[in-house]
């Protein structure tokens, strides 16, 4: 297929690896049902079938392409890590009591706390059932490291998101936990089912590393700079959950004691008034925070595609290039 036309590179992706992505749907169909429990397909139905890129068990199918896989198995990898991820989803909704995912109302919103809950264990519990049957212990242990990484991440968030004294390594921390594991195994798997050699598996884990984290900036930096329709999320929400990201621990690093006592209050003691989130804006724009932030992005993005240099030449590492100037160019 001739996917030079087609403008967004995990559409170009997308495309090159149809055929792969329909059996990746098929399996993932099959394995969400539930022959007792009826709520289980209707809450996973509502997120899987919600529109998503599907970015991440993409990524599993591109780098098992790229490194010249040709078995069955990197479709059971890319569905492992799609429920690894819809589990998660799950998950975060009911820890940040959202109302909206992907411009949906949540599943806990429409079912309950509960459902969503328990249908995102299940998910957890197939997707451990779905790594194991290409049989490789190397594949389960990144896997199973990886949903470990998350869940520590997610948890490090609760205690850092409303304390002034976390700082951008603390930060990465847990970005590294709560998005970027998924995409390093994501990349990582695909290169180890292809039995590829170590560097350009350990370049394929590099690669999805700073992917992740450059994503999960830019999406904390549109959650000030975005437009609601095109990223889902209300503007300013992680402000009003209290959950401090980037571009407000580089206001905060430079505050001054009046600017402090503002973000003790609105964050680290929750009382928010009317005018607060313009007042967060003024003082991430007045110290620089903003751009700082987009930098940093453009910075890991830079690395995500340095980090490709070991793979072979090929229209999927290619793609893989241009995704990661997608992934920053959402800011421009």
Not at 1 to 15: G, L, Y
Not at 157 to 183: H, I, M, P
Request: glycine residues 6%.
């Amino acid at each position: 297929m001739n996917t030079d036309t087609i403008a967004k590179p995990h559409d170009r992706i997308a495309a090159y690896l149809r055929d792969d992505l329909a059996q990746v749907g098929s399996l993932i169909r099959e394995r969400m049902a539930s022959k007792h429990a009826p709520r289980i397909p209707e809450v996973t139905a509502h997120l899987v079938e919600a529109g998503g890129k599907r970015l991440r068990p993409m990524l599993t199918l591109a780098a098992a392409r790229l490194c010249g896989y040709a078995g069955p198995y990197h479709i059971h990898l890319a569905a492992t890590v799609e429920f690894i991820h819809t589990a998660t989803l799950l998950h975060d909704d009911v820890v940040d009591e959202s109302a909206q995912r992907r411009g949906r109302p949540t599943a806990n919103l429409l079912w309950d706390n509960q459902s969503s809950v328990l249908v995102g264990d299940y998910l957890f519990a197939r997707s451990f059932q779905l790594m194991t049957e290409p049989g490789s212990m190397r594949v389960m242990r990144i896997l199973s490291n990886a949903a470990a990484t998350i869940a520590e991440g997610e948890v490090l968030q609760l205690t850092a998101a409303q304390n002034l004294a976390t700082d951008e390594n603390t930060y990465l921390q847990v970005v590294r936990g709560k998005t970027a594991a998924l995409f390093s195994a994501a990349t990582e798997v695909g290169g180890v089912i292809a039995d590829a050699p170590d560097a350009q598996v350990q370049a394929l884990f590099d690669y999805g590393d700073a992917l992740g984290i450059a994503f999960q900036i830019v999406d904390d930096l549109l959650d000030f700079q975005g437009q609601t329709g095109a990223t889902g999320k209300n503007v300013g929400d992680d402000f009003r959950e209290r959950k401090l990201t980037l571009p407000m621990i580089k206001a905060v690093a430079k505050a001054d004691a009046e600017e402090r006592a503002f973000w003790e209050r609105t964050i680290e003691k929750g009382r928010q008034e009317t005018n607060d989130l313009d007042h967060a804006l003024m003082l991430m724009n007045k110290h620089g925070a903003l751009a700082a932030t987009q930098a940093d992005a453009l910075t890991w993005a830079d690395k995500a595609k340095g980090a490709l240099a070991p793979l072979p030449a090929h229209e999927v590492k290619d793609m893989l290039l241009d995704l990661a100037d997608y992934v920053v160019s959402r800011i421009n």
